[in-house]
């Protein structure tokens, strides 16, 4: 028989893309087959996430389709894995369609549970009862050699990758099912991490995001020294081959900011960008969000990080509806939004998770229409600061990373022309789509902007 060919279906944030992207790698080298389509697929991964309910029950759907599947398809293996793995564990286990159950501390477990499922046709659970608890060593271990071992192969996009520098998050904010199903903050060694963005540079890689759910507070403490996030960033912009140096996400405080941003400020390959969520413009939404800050001590950080880097970046994230809140606060959400002039905004209605203190606490007494008007007058409120900061761009060269193909046709091609329409980004995170040929995905190409709108700009290659 040849080798069982797997689809990896994958669901939610960068910290999954690059789960999958290991699990991708880890396949590839135990014998498995990789597919792009789900039709001819042996198995197929679902990499889910558990952060709103609404992402859930996509997969749930998913699931859903799956298991008719397989009344025309009983070989079809289908596993779970990632946040909704660890967050319904058993329950999924029992779901018709699901084989395979494997949380985010046992994905280094992944090719021989897999393995093991297709070869005993047995059913597979793989999750950690305790997940708050302290990792034993030998897990660290386990998921540190599987870090560092895969993921240089397999990335999304061509010349980019993205470098873990920490997993889990102690924050504990109020509403977030992720410490909870991604466990306590563990910071990886800086010369694993460093070894690993100089391998991708090797590999042609010209941009890496280092990933952490609050990636300004990496610490890592060997001997005598502690190493912050501005050293990874300050030694990684040593490393010949790379380019740009990005790092998300940012959590709003003081520690270690100062050197991030000089960092920003002294190297060229730092990127002028900064994803920082407020989540709310009320003190007292962000009280009851364990937040841990005011409005006010918010802008302060934001005005630090212009005085430091003038020409920086911000993107922030808002949560609406959040149990309690008033016209008032979110008029207090729209101030701080206008004030803070992020490029832009990732905008969501509150989505109670089970387990957290919010859902324990607080009833989530925001009707669903409530909600909805405010993530749409909050978007359209960010949209007027978006569309004024790219106007600033027009007739201006700026320099970007090709992605690819652009999905959205944007602009006229001359049909006999063997270019295409390209989407790429600028060292700030701004999507600009230009044509060009298809040759120049993964490099570094500089374009002239000719038309803006307020999420992506447009322009001819120079
Ligand atoms: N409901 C709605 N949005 C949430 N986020 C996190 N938890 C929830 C929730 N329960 C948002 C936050 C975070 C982003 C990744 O998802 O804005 O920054
Ligand atoms: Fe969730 Fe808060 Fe941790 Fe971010 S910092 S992952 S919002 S608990």
Redo the contacts with the bound molecule.
């Keep these: 028989m040849s080798s069982p060919s797997v689809y990896i279906k994958t669901y939610g944030?960068q910290m999954n893309k690059l789960d999958s992207a290991l699990v991708t790698s880890a396949l590839r080298a135990a014998g498995f087959g990789l597919t792009d389509n789900a039709k001819e697929a042996d198995v197929v991964l679902i990499n889910t996430c558990s952060?709103?309910d609404h992402a859930e029950q996509r997969v749930l759907s998913h699931l859903g389709h799956l298991k008719h599947l397989k009344k025309t398809r009983p070989g079809l293996m289908v596993g779970v894995i990632g946040c909704m793995a660890q967050r319904l564990g058993e329950k999924l286990f029992q779901h018709e369609a699901v084989d395979l159950v494997c949380g985010p501390a046992q994905i280094p477990q992944i090719s021989q549970l897999l393995a093991d499922a297709l070869h005993e046709k047995q059913k597979r659970l793989a999750i950690t009862e305790k997940i708050r608890q302290k990792e034993p060593e030998n897990q660290n271990l386990a998921l540190e050699q599987f870090e560092s071992a895969y993921g240089i192969e397999d990335r999304q996009l061509p010349g980019q990758a993205y470098v873990r520098v920490m997993h889990g998050c102690n924050r504990f904010?109020s509403?977030?099912?992720?410490p909870y199903v991604r466990g306590p903050e563990v910071c990886r060694p800086p010369a694993a991490i460093i070894e690993q963005i100089r391998k991708l540079a090797d590999a042609g890689v010209k941009q890496v995001t280092l990933l952490g759910q609050t990636v300004n507070s990496y610490k890592y403490t060997a001997g005598e020294k502690t190493y912050c996030l501005a050293d990874l960033l300050a030694t990684a912009s040593n490393i010949a081959g790379i380019e740009w140096l990005k790092f998300v996400?940012s959590y709003p405080a003081e520690e270690f900011l100062d050197e991030i941003l000089q960092a920003m400020a002294d190297s060229p390959k730092v990127c002028h960008y900064l994803h920082m969520?407020a989540?709310s413009g009320s003190d007292k939404i962000l009280r009851a969000m364990s937040r841990h800050y005011t409005a006010a001590q918010y802008l302060e950080l934001l005005d630090k990080a212009r005085a430091i880097v003038p020409d920086i970046a911000v993107a922030g994230?808002?949560?609406v509806g959040f149990p309690g809140e008033t016209e008032e606060d979110f008029q207090a959400t729209i101030d701080l939004t206008r004030k803070a002039k992020y490029k832009n905004c990732?905008i969501?209605?509150?989505?109670?998770?089970p387990g957290?203190r919010?859902d324990k606490k607080l009833q989530d007494n925001i009707p669903a229409e409530v909600k909805k008007r405010r993530n749409i007058e909050l978007l359209a409120v960010q949209e007027r600061i978006s569309d004024e900061l790219s106007r600033d761009f027009l007739g201006r060269q700026v320099k970007v990373l090709v992605e690819g193909l652009s999905k959205k046709a944007h602009l006229n091609l001359d049909q006999s022309s063997s270019e295409r329409q390209l989407v790429g980004r600028t060292a700030e995170d701004w999507i600009v789509v230009f044509n060009g040929p298809i040759s120049l995905a993964g490099q570094l190409a500089k374009v002239k902007i000719t038309k803006t709108s307020p999420l992506t700009l447009f322009g001819q290659l120079c």
Excluded: G, N
């Excluded at 509403?175 to 992720?178: D, E, F, T």
């Excluded at 969501?348 to 998770?353: A, M, V």
């Design positions: 944030c952060v709103r904010c509403y977030c099912v992720v996400t969520p989540q994230d808002f949560i990732f969501f209605k509150y989505s109670p998770r957290t919010a």
